[in-house]
C-alpha cells in the first residue's frame, strides 16, 4: 500500500534543493574570470552576454574554455552534491535551480547566459553518456554548417528525446523543460538563421549579436 506524501515533510528539502542548485548556478563565471584578467566588463562585449561564447568573442581562448569549464562544472556539481545528500529526486530539482540560476543570476539582476554550457554540466552529472552524445551531435551540426546556435539548439532538441527512447524518463521530463528555455533564450540567434544573419564560427560576429 502507498502512503501519502507528507508534503509538510517534504517541501523544505525541495525548496533547499532548488535553492542549493540556484546559487551555484548564479556564479558567472565568464563575468569573474575575465575581472580578474583584466578584461573591460564582459557585459559591454559583442552580445553582452556572460558566456564562454562572448568571452571568446571578446578575444581570450582561454578564459573562454575556462568559462565553459565553469559553467558546465556548477551544474555538475549541483547535481552530484544533492543527490550524494538527498537522492534522484532532490537532485533532478537541483539540476533545475542550476540552470535556472544560470539564465537568471540573482547577482547580475537576472540576465545571465544562454544555458548550453550549464546544460551539458547537468548532462554529465545525470546522465553522462547523453552528454557525449550531446557533443557528437553538437559537432557534426558545427562542422557541417558552422553555426554555433544551430548546433546547439538541435542538440537540446534531440537530447530529450534519446532520453525518453533510453527510458530515462525523469530525465527526459527535466531536459524537455531545460531545452524548451534554451531555444527562448536562443530566440534571437534563431530569427538571424531564418533570415541568414547569424555569424558563423570562425567569422566574426557583429555588435550586439546573440
Not at 578564459?63 to 550524494?84: C, E, F, H, I, P
Not at 540552470?99 to 540576465?111: A, Q
Request: charged share 10%; hydrophobic share 55%.
Amino acid at each position: 500500500m502507498l502512503h501519502p506524501i507528507n508534503w509538510s515533510l517534504v517541501l523544505p528539502y525541495y525548496a533547499a534543493a532548488l535553492a542549493f542548485g540556484y546559487l551555484l548556478g548564479s556564479i558567472p563565471f565568464g563575468l569573474i574570470l575575465t575581472r580578474l584578467s583584466g578584461m573591460p566588463d564582459i557585459r559591454g562585449v559583442g552580445s553582452g552576454n556572460i558566456g564562454a561564447t562572448n568571452v571568446l568573442r571578446a578575444g581570450n581562448k582561454g578564459l573562454a574554455v575556462a568559462t565553459l569549464v565553469g559553467d558546465a562544472l556548477k551544474g555538475t556539481a549541483a547535481v552530484l552534491l544533492a543527490y550524494r545528500a538527498y537522492g534522484q529526486d532532490l537532485a533532478v530539482l537541483a539540476a533545475l535551480g542550476a540552470f535556472l540560476g544560470h539564465l537568471f543570476p540573482v547577482w547580475l539582476r537576472f540576465r545571465g547566459g544562454k544555458g548550453v554550457s550549464t546544460y551539458i554540466g547537468l548532462l554529465i552529472g545525470l546522465a553522462w553518456p547523453m552528454a557525449l552524445a550531446f557533443a557528437a551531435i553538437w559537432l557534426a551540426v558545427a562542422a557541417a554548417t558552422r553555426y554555433s546556435s544551430l548546433a546547439s539548439v538541435i542538440a537540446c532538441a534531440a537530447t530529450p528525446v534519446i532520453l525518453w527512447f533510453n527510458r530515462d524518463l525523469q530525465e527526459a521530463q527535466l531536459f524537455l523543460l531545460l531545452s524548451l528555455l534554451v531555444w527562448v533564450m536562443h530566440r534571437s540567434n534563431i530569427a538571424r538563421l531564418i533570415t541568414g544573419r547569424e555569424g558563423k564560427i570562425g567569422a566574426e560576429a557583429p555588435p550586439m549579436a546573440g
